[in-house]
């Protein structure tokens, strides 16, 4: 992101401009200097990396530990007096979508690296690995808002508004990590990378100790960020004139300066831009020899740096109003509602349709080779298009034809993204042909116009949804959303369960129907992780200790994830009739439980158990689990009980190092490793207390108390009493079923016939 080049270079040959500042101090300079409170703006895209520093990311996400995270940060600058502003991409404009494809497809390359590690190891890679939980940017922005927080949405270019409105509100600072921050005129760039909340210490790039080093003005730098390349004009359309500067550096210079080749670059093109450049007026240079393609291409990269007054020439590309390709679908006051939503980070998803009929959806953590379960933009697609048909197709306008299609931007495995897939919208309530009788949303308006002729038309149907007062369009905005579901089954229970877990029924139905390999064990995991949630704090849930990862149970964990987005959808779309706190992951989903939840269902325990030995959420697990079975049967899907043993496929001979180091009692080795104790930390079979024969008998015949009474579905018999073979050595190594050791802890026992390869 930013200008190519650029940090290392401030960082390695200018260090001068990279100053060390304590922000307590930068505020009450600031409100001294002002007369006003001190505000910071904070770029929420940057600083995802550093505020998700939650141990376990690959499982879904540990949502209650970050929202504790985020609000020690909050606390952080609001006990220094300081105000946030947050701001977070809301677009994707398409004079950037070249470089956001390529950030894509090398996640994805991440991505594949990530899986290939948990299958080979059992095990969650380490950091360097890291890819952030899916969703995590959308769910944050309303983290913040749930905090007290001010957080806006772009609807354009998310850098360029983060400078304007820091130069508009003389605000201290701009906390981000994209050195167009330092191009831009506006507010000091701080470094969000370098910040230590501990003390409110960072980095300060100063814009003018940059410019005294390489001998430009204020006005060159747009130029030079663009021959540098940046998002917009990508660094190979510019290379042949950055060439010939570096040359002309080098004719002219018989001592080149002695740093890295990067670095003579950038001192090559400033003195280029200085040499060719003597006008603010004159944004490209005639003398730059550039095709007219990448002359117009080189004035776009210019003017995204040329804030408000800077910038009132530019062009119609750069509009800060999109052109509303499907405004004759929705009526005006929808148009500019959806709007309102999307900037105050209140929306979601249907200001980007309504406005450019465009839907963007970033990595997801799926596993290419898995083919039994859908990526997460198949498995929602039927749930968007009537999102899409919620907002575009519910008109008694006289229009003469469907809206097109809406572009979808979805990465997934499979898709190489060189084109938009286009998804036309779909009439909520129009289902397959064995729902043929579910009535249209369209016909529920003209019926509840004649049952409640009071109710207003203005238009169309959507701004009744949106805008009603009457208590009896609160009924029709849940009929809406339960269409978009296709659950409409559940409406008699709104109101009678919390909202949290009615959102997680309508979610792991609408999977359950979609994902035709779900079994009946699936549907536990997601519905007993979701129904204990509540009952367990940060602290006890990354107490849970995990035998190993399972990379389905980590595909699915996202699936879950990006289900609650794709709801929040349709909540918007439908006016919202459920509170968007309960679409929210840190109330239905913890990823190190669900993982938990997954290995325990599919070892066959008891329900008890699985549900942490509570009656009451007993009770509540069985009452969900019914009504996801009654609604799938009415589909034609038929819930289906198939354990998994899930043996690892990894051998232990090639296992990094054990995760749980801290449990060990003794000797070397996998030999010496306790079963982990918390495993699921309120099952009785692994709490490591009592009799330790009556826990030995309890995992012996667990199959006979368990689902299916197969004792081969016990947790993980493979894993514990089977032979693992080394393919170079030819060596079969035979894992004992274990013993206890003197704390009470049921811990591995191999049987090496040699030592294990370190």
């Given at each position: ?5 650029l ?8 260090p001068?401009?990279?100053e ?8 009450k300079?600031?409100?001294a ?6 505000t910071?703006?904070v770029d929420?895209?940057a600083?995802?990396r ?12 540990q949502w209650k530990e970050?929202?504790?995270i985020?609000?020690s ?6 006990s220094?007096g ?35 590690h948990?299958k080979?190891?059992?095990e ?12 995590l940017?959308?769910f ?12 806006f949405?772009s ?5 360029y508004?983060i400078a304007?409105?820091?130069?508009e509100?003389?605000?201290?600072g701009?906390?981000?990590q994209?050195t167009d921050?330092i191009i ?10 370098k910040l230590r909340?501990?003390?409110?210490s960072?980095?300060?790039?100063d814009?003018q ?7 430009l ?6 130029l030079?960020a ?21 040359g ?8 080149p300066?002695p740093?890295?080749?990067q670095?003579?670059m950038?001192?090559?093109v400033?003195q ?7 006008s603010?007026?004159?944004l ?10 990448d002359?117009q ?5 210019i ?7 800077q910038g009132?020439?530019?062009s119609s590309?750069?509009s800060?109003?999109?052109a509303a ?5 929705v009526?005006?006051?929808?148009l500019?509602?959806?709007r ?17 009929g465009?839907?963007e959806?970033?990595n997801s953590l ?10 997460q933009a ?5 749930c ?7 907002l575009l197709?519910?008109?008694?306008n006289?229009v003469d034809?469907n ?5 979808e931007w979805?990465?997934?495995?499979g898709?190489p993204l ?10 909520v309530g129009?289902?397959c042909?064995?729902h043929?009788?579910?009535q249209?949303?369209m ?6 116009q004649?049952?409640?002729?009071h109710l207003?038309?203005a238009g ?18 849940r009929s ?7 659950c409409q ?9 919390e ?6 029924l309508?979610?792991?139905t ?33 107490q ?8 389905r149970?980590?595909q ?6 990006r289900?609650?987005?794709?709801l ?6 439908s006016?919202?009739?459920l509170?968007?706190d309960?679409?929210m ?11 938990s939840?997954?290995?325990?269902a599919q ?21 969900l ?5 009654e609604?799938?049967?009415k589909k034609?899907q038929?819930?289906?009980?198939r ?5 690892p496929?990894?051998?232990?001979k090639?296992?990094a190092e054990p995760?749980?180091r ?8 996998l030999g010496t ?9 309120n099952?009785e079979?692994?709490?490591?207390h009592g ?11 667990r ?9 081969s579905?016990s ?9 693992y073979?080394?393919?170079?050595t030819?060596?079969?190594?035979t894992?004992s079923?274990g013993?206890?050791n003197h704390?009470?802890r ?5 049987r090496?016939s040699?030592?294990p390869?370190?």
């Amino acid at each position: 992101m930013g200008v190519k080049g650029l940090h290392t270079f401030l960082e390695g040959c200018c260090p001068e401009a990279c100053e060390t500042v304590y922000l307590r101090e930068m505020a009450k300079l600031h409100s001294a200097h002002n007369q006003t409170s001190p505000t910071l703006v904070v770029d929420g895209m940057a600083c995802l990396r550093q505020w998700y520093s939650c141990r376990d990311w690959v499982s879904g996400g540990q949502w209650k530990e970050y929202m504790d995270i985020l609000r020690s940060w909050v606390g952080a600058f609001t006990s220094a007096g300081i105000r946030l502003i947050f701001f977070f991409d809301g677009v994707v404009e398409e004079q950037k979508r070249l470089s956001w494809i390529k950030r894509r497809r090398r996640v994805n390359g991440d991505v594949r690296k990530v899986f290939a590690h948990i299958k080979a190891y059992g095990e969650q890679p380490g950091k360097e690995m890291l890819v952030l939980p899916s969703g995590l940017a959308t769910f944050t922005s309303f983290a913040l808002k749930s905090l007290g927080q001010d957080v806006f949405l772009s609807v354009r270019e998310a850098d360029y508004e983060i400078a304007s409105y820091a130069r508009e509100h003389n605000c201290m600072g701009i906390l981000g990590q994209d050195t167009d921050f330092i191009i831009f005129d506006s507010a000091p760039y701080l470094s969000s990378a370098k910040l230590r909340t501990d003390n409110l210490s960072t980095v300060l790039y100063d814009r003018q100790k940059l410019c005294q080093a390489l001998g430009l003005a204020n006005f060159h730098l747009p130029l030079f960020a663009c021959i540098l390349g940046n998002d917009i004009v990508s660094a190979e359309r510019m290379r042949h004139i950055r060439n010939d500067a570096l040359g002309k550096y080098r004719q002219f210079n018989s001592t080149p300066y002695p740093g890295s080749q990067q670095g003579q670059m950038i001192f090559a093109v400033s003195q280029f831009v200085r040499s060719c450049s003597e006008s603010r007026e004159e944004l490209i240079p005639l003398s730059l020899k550039l095709s007219p393609v990448d002359r117009q291409l080189l004035e776009t990269g210019i003017q995204s740096y040329l804030l408000s007054e800077q910038g009132k020439h530019l062009s119609s590309e750069i509009s800060d109003h999109p052109a509303a390709v499907y405004q004759k679908y929705v009526s005006p006051v929808i148009l500019q509602a959806c709007r309102e939503k999307h900037v105050a980070a209140e929306g979601f998803m249907v200001y980007s349709v309504v406005s450019e009929g465009v839907v963007e959806c970033s990595n997801s953590l799926e596993d290419e080779e898995d083919t039994e379960l859908l990526p997460q933009a198949h498995v929602y697609k039927p749930c968007r298009q009537r999102i899409y048909g919620a907002l575009l197709l519910n008109t008694f306008n006289d229009v003469d034809e469907n809206p097109p299609p809406i572009k979808e931007w979805f990465v997934y495995p499979g898709n190489p993204l060189k084109e938009p897939e286009m998804v036309p919208p779909v009439p909520v309530g129009i289902q397959c042909k064995k729902h043929a009788n579910t009535q249209s949303i369209m016909f529920i308006f003209f019926k509840a116009q004649s049952k409640f002729p009071h109710l207003p038309c203005a238009g169309d149907q959507l701004d009744m949804l949106w805008f009603g007062k009457e208590h009896e369009v609160s009924s029709l905005r849940r009929s809406c959303f339960l269409a978009i579901l296709d659950c409409q089954d559940f409406a008699e229970l709104y109101g009678k369960i919390e909202e949290h877990l009615f959102v997680t029924l309508c979610l792991v139905t609408y999977i359950a129907v979609q994902v035709q390999t779900l079994s009946q064990e699936d549907v536990d995991a997601y519905l007993s992780q979701a129904v204990c949630l509540a009952r367990n704090s940060p602290e006890d849930l990354q107490q849970i200790k995990l035998p190993f990862l399972c990379s389905r149970v980590v595909q699915m964990g996202c699936l879950y994830v990006r289900g609650l987005g794709c709801l929040l959808g349709a909540n918007c779309a439908s006016g919202c009739p459920l509170t968007t706190d309960s679409l929210m992951p840190w109330n239905s989903f913890d990823g190190r439980l669900f993982h938990s939840k997954y290995l325990l269902a599919q070892s066959g325990v008891e329900d008890r158990l699985l549900l942490d030995n509570d009656v009451s959420c007993l009770n509540v697990f069985h009452h969900l689990r019914t009504k996801v079975k009654e609604a799938c049967q009415k589909k034609g899907q038929e819930l289906q009980s198939r354990p998994r043993s899930h043996t690892p496929q990894f051998s232990l001979k090639t296992r990094a190092e054990p995760r749980y180091r801290e449990h060990h009692t003794g000797g070397e080795g996998l030999g010496t490793q306790s079963y982990p104790q918390g495993f699921h930390h309120n099952a009785e079979s692994w709490r490591g207390h009592g009799d330790a024969r009556r826990r030995e008998r309890l995992y012996e015949n667990r199959g006979r108390h368990g689902r299916g009474n197969n004792p081969s579905t016990s947790l993980h018999s493979d894993f514990y009493s089977q032979q693992y073979h080394d393919t170079g050595t030819s060596t079969y190594k035979t894992v004992s079923r274990g013993r206890f050791n003197h704390r009470g802890r049921y811990r591995l026992a191999p049987r090496w016939s040699q030592p294990p390869a370190p």
